[in-house]
């Protein structure tokens, strides 16, 4: 772990306890820092906000704009969730905000609302032409949603995931993180279930939200090897993103909406879609150890953070189109939280023909034998790992060429935190 989330487990509560009144209570000693932003951009959704955010960045950075950002989770480095006018928070400016943070007395922060207000804090002090604010778990009572005047609320898909605190319905969810859309700001909505929409529509209206939607307003696709955006006005020929995957067209057009709200140019929409990062998230890993042992083996090696059916989904339709272009025998290295949706996950792979191998991670992870066990029960062939670096030494002798390590962040996180040449920056 390193320093600064070790400083953050030791003084602050773990728990997640959905509430905005001591979030309220704590920023109001330490100044408001949240109406001392720039504009924000601020995005909710269960799968894609963080590529959304990615993509969006790189078009506004790309049109000339310094931009801030906060994402959770940090997968090696907590400096990851800050990000100010392009570059990551330093360890010393990041030490002294939460000085100040920990001197206020009476208010028993959680840690993410610890972090958020360290973000304000941070973001309201370096000069900046936009910041944009993902949400962290829900919408309407998650700390960030303090913002009251976002410049736009974005909602990225919605699906089943963390019942025990948004429920166990799409409609409870979307619920919850229409929560973000406020009165005058126009929310831009990616494509949703017709339940989940419905939900979305309601809310806005109750709030005076002005909603473009995807797959009415406008809608993106790929097309001849590159992207295509089409709204009411226009008509644009982009190259492909960057990020692999036929789910990621989805959070493109979605960012390219939010970019043209923004009015940037399409010289730098095409640039940011060419140059996105966004790390776990597909991700080929070629440097560091497991990437090196891949190499040596003629095998690639791909590392994604996606965690639920959905995630699983979009991970499938990947691998999918991938084997179709070039088959390899294929292997899947996954560790999940013991609280997630593993058989939805396993059943949306099933087709896939992959090998399992089972891992666990540090924190409340799956057990390896029952999490093989579930991926059995989905018609996958499936063993129990001590660890990454077994799985995929076994993986690798028994002819895998091509091996994805996935189902969590956290795994994602310890796989990219072995060797220094590959974490985040």
């Known amino acids: 772990m390193d320093p600064i989330s070790e400083r953050l487990r030791l003084r602050h509560p773990q728990k997640i306890d959905l509430s905005l009144d001591r979030m309220r209570t704590l920023l109001a000693v330490l100044g408001e820092p949240q109406h001392r932003l720039p504009p924000v951009i601020h ?68 840690v993410f609302e610890s972090t958020t207000a360290a973000a304000f804090l941070a973001m309201a002090d370096v000069p900046a032409d936009l910041a944009i604010v993902e949400v962290g778990l829900g919408g309407t009572l998650d700390a960030t949603n303090v913002i009251e005047r976002p410049l736009v609320s974005v909602i990225a898909p919605v699906d ?5 605190f948004l429920g166990t319905t799409i409609e409870a969810v979307a619920g919850e993180k229409a929560g973000i859309l406020k009165a005058g700001a126009r929310g831009i909505v990616a494509r949703q279930s017709e339940a989940a929409m419905a939900v979305i529509e309601k809310a806005a209206g109750r709030v005076a939200s002005p909603l473009t939607v995807m797959g009415t307003d406008f809608d993106a696709w790929g097309e001849r090897g590159g992207m295509v955006f089409q709204d009411l006005e226009r008509f644009l020929d982009l190259p492909a993103p960057a990020l692999f995957g036929a789910h990621q067209i989805d959070n493109a057009g979605l960012a390219v909406a939010v970019a043209l709200e923004l009015d940037l140019p399409e010289d730098a929409i095409a640039e940011g ?11 080929r890993l070629t440097a560091g150890s497991y990437g090196e042992a891949a190499r040596s083996a003629e095998a690639e090696l791909w590392l994604d953070g996606g965690h639920n059916p959905h995630a699983g989904l979009a991970l499938a339709q990947a691998l999918a189109d991938r084997q179709a272009k070039a088959p390899r025998p294929l292997a899947l290295i996954v560790g999940m939280l013991a609280n997630k949706d593993a058989g939805g996950f396993f059943e949306a792979l099933k087709g896939s023909e992959a090998h399992v191998f089972t891992v666990g991670f540090d924190g409340a992870c799956a057990e390896p034998n029952a999490l093989a066990a579930v991926a059995r029960g989905h018609g996958l062939g499936a063993q129990a790992s001590p660890s990454v670096e077994a799985a995929l030494a076994t993986a690798l002798r028994l002819g895998a060429g091509r091996v994805v390590i ?5 795994l994602a996180g310890e796989v990219l935190g072995a060797s220094e040449e590959t974490w985040p920056d």
């Open 273 to 283: 879609l060419r140059t996105v990062r966004w790390p776990a998230r597909m991700q």
């Open 406 to 410: 996935c189902g969590s962040l956290y």
């Open 43 to 110: 995005v909710a959704g269960t799968n894609g906000k963080g590529s959304t955010v990615a993509f969006i960045r790189a078009m506004a950075e790309a049109a000339g704009l310094r931009v801030h950002a906060y994402t959770s989770p940090h997968l090696v480095r907590f400096n990851e969730r800050i990000r100010l006018a392009g570059r990551l928070i330093d360890d010393a400016r990041l030490e002294a905000i939460l000085d100040r943070i920990e001197a206020v007395r009476g208010v028993q922060a959680t």
């Open 160 to 164: 089943l995931d963390h019942a025990e």
